[in-house]
């Protein structure tokens, strides 16, 4: 069984940065699709980027420009750079995984991953 493991979250002021790790215990290199989705308090959980072996990289609009996805198979390690954080960002991050390659759902239907991780709470206020 794949096990997730996020790390990086904290609290940051609007405007600051923030980098998001997740580590696969038996690697990365057959999670095909990957990504980061996050739940805000009293908010259904929603897609912020996924990342496909074959076809790179798909961004929620409310991130793009500040957000960058990126995995790296020799570490084991799928990663998420914010930058310009808001305060909107606020949320636990979860990051999932799944064997199959990315649709064109993956991104808006958070089941469709079978492996999560616990989550890291990202706390962005002034």
């Known amino acids: 069984q794949e096990q997730l493991v996020e790390s990086g979250g904290g609290a940051v002021q609007p405007g600051g940065s923030l980098r998001l790790s997740c580590a696969a215990s038996r690697g990365t290199a057959s999670l095909h699709c990957m990504g980061w989705f996050r739940q805000a308090p009293g908010k259904e959980r929603e897609g912020v980027a996924i990342i496909d072996s074959f076809r790179g990289a798909t961004y929620a609009d409310s991130v793009k420009g500040r957000f960058t996805i990126s995995k790296d198979n020799a570490k084991n390690t799928l990663s998420l750079q914010m930058t310009t954080l808001k305060p909107e960002d606020t949320a636990m991050y979860y990051c999932?995984?799944?064997?199959?390659?990315?649709?064109?759902?993956?991104?808006?239907?958070?089941?469709?991953?079978?492996?999560w991780g616990q989550g890291t709470q990202v706390t962005v206020s002034s």
């Open positions: 999932a995984a799944d064997v199959a390659l990315c649709g064109a759902r993956s991104l808006a239907v958070p089941n469709l991953f079978h492996y």
